[in-house]
Protein backbone atom coordinates (compact mmCIF):
# COMPACT_ATOMS: atom_id res chain seq x y z
CA UNK A 1 0.00 0.00 0.00
CA UNK A 2 1.13 3.28 -0.94
CA UNK A 3 1.08 5.97 1.67
CA UNK A 4 2.04 8.90 -0.35
CA UNK A 5 4.22 10.34 2.09
CA UNK A 6 8.28 10.69 0.18
CA UNK A 7 10.94 12.34 2.83
CA UNK A 8 13.48 14.23 0.08
CA UNK A 9 15.57 11.75 -1.91
CA UNK A 10 13.31 8.43 -1.81
CA UNK A 11 10.90 9.35 -4.89
CA UNK A 12 8.26 11.13 -6.15
CA UNK A 13 7.26 14.05 -3.81
CA UNK A 14 4.46 14.84 -1.38
CA UNK A 15 1.93 16.21 -3.60
CA UNK A 16 2.59 13.71 -6.76
CA UNK A 17 1.22 10.79 -7.69
CA UNK A 18 3.44 7.59 -7.53
CA UNK A 19 4.88 6.83 -11.16
CA UNK A 20 2.34 4.20 -12.03
CA UNK A 21 3.54 4.53 -16.07
CA UNK A 22 1.12 6.01 -18.10
CA UNK A 23 -1.91 6.65 -15.53
CA UNK A 24 -2.62 9.49 -17.46
CA UNK A 25 -2.01 11.36 -13.81
CA UNK A 26 -0.83 15.13 -13.90
CA UNK A 27 1.75 15.49 -11.53
CA UNK A 28 1.26 18.41 -9.24
CA UNK A 29 3.66 21.40 -7.98
CA UNK A 30 6.36 19.59 -6.09
CA UNK A 31 6.06 20.34 -2.02
CA UNK A 32 10.33 20.14 -0.74
CA UNK A 33 10.52 18.10 2.45
CA UNK A 34 12.09 20.70 4.79
CA UNK A 35 11.41 19.53 8.92
CA UNK A 36 10.02 16.86 10.85
CA UNK A 37 6.27 16.32 11.70
CA UNK A 38 5.48 17.76 14.96
CA UNK A 39 2.33 17.69 17.35
CA UNK A 40 0.08 20.95 16.77
CA UNK A 41 -2.36 21.45 19.76
CA UNK A 42 -4.80 24.17 17.64
CA UNK A 43 -6.59 26.60 20.78
CA UNK A 44 -9.64 28.63 19.56
CA UNK A 45 -8.87 31.80 18.63
CA UNK A 46 -5.17 30.86 17.04
CA UNK A 47 -4.09 31.84 13.76
CA UNK A 48 -1.81 30.52 11.28
CA UNK A 49 0.52 31.99 8.73
CA UNK A 50 2.36 29.51 6.54
CA UNK A 51 4.98 31.06 4.22
CA UNK A 52 6.79 30.62 1.04
CA UNK A 53 10.18 31.70 -0.32
CA UNK A 54 8.61 31.40 -3.95
CA UNK A 55 5.55 32.22 -5.88
CA UNK A 56 2.45 30.40 -5.70
CA UNK A 57 -0.27 30.29 -8.27
CA UNK A 58 -3.70 31.16 -6.92
CA UNK A 59 -4.49 27.26 -7.12
CA UNK A 60 -1.37 26.14 -5.24
CA UNK A 61 -2.44 28.55 -2.42
CA UNK A 62 -5.96 27.19 -2.60
CA UNK A 63 -5.08 23.57 -2.48
CA UNK A 64 -2.89 24.18 0.76
CA UNK A 65 -5.74 26.36 2.22
CA UNK A 66 -8.29 23.32 1.75
CA UNK A 67 -5.45 20.83 2.71
CA UNK A 68 -5.02 22.68 5.97
CA UNK A 69 -9.38 22.70 6.76
CA UNK A 70 -9.02 19.40 6.23
CA UNK A 71 -6.39 19.00 8.69
CA UNK A 72 -7.09 21.74 11.10
CA UNK A 73 -11.01 21.81 11.04
CA UNK A 74 -13.57 24.67 9.62
CA UNK A 75 -13.23 27.87 11.42
CA UNK A 76 -9.29 28.42 11.55
CA UNK A 77 -7.76 31.11 9.94
CA UNK A 78 -4.70 30.48 7.65
CA UNK A 79 -2.85 33.18 5.45
CA UNK A 80 -0.64 31.69 2.78
CA UNK A 81 2.09 34.25 1.79
CA UNK A 82 4.70 33.83 -1.09
CA UNK A 83 7.86 35.24 -2.83
CA UNK A 84 9.06 36.38 0.82
CA UNK A 85 6.32 38.35 1.70
CA UNK A 86 6.40 39.39 5.08
CA UNK A 87 3.62 39.80 7.67
CA UNK A 88 4.15 42.72 10.38
CA UNK A 89 1.97 44.69 12.73
CA UNK A 90 2.32 47.92 14.76
CA UNK A 91 0.02 48.42 17.37
CA UNK A 92 -2.07 51.74 17.98
CA UNK A 93 -1.49 53.36 20.74
CA UNK A 94 -3.10 52.91 24.53
CA UNK A 95 -3.26 49.16 23.80
Same mark, same amino acid.
Given at each position: MHS +???PKGSG????QPPHSGSSGTKPVDEIRFVGELR???IKP +???FVLRFDQPLSLDAIARFQSYWER???PGVPLLVLDSHA???VINAEGR
Open positions: +GYHSPIGRVD +GDKFAGELS
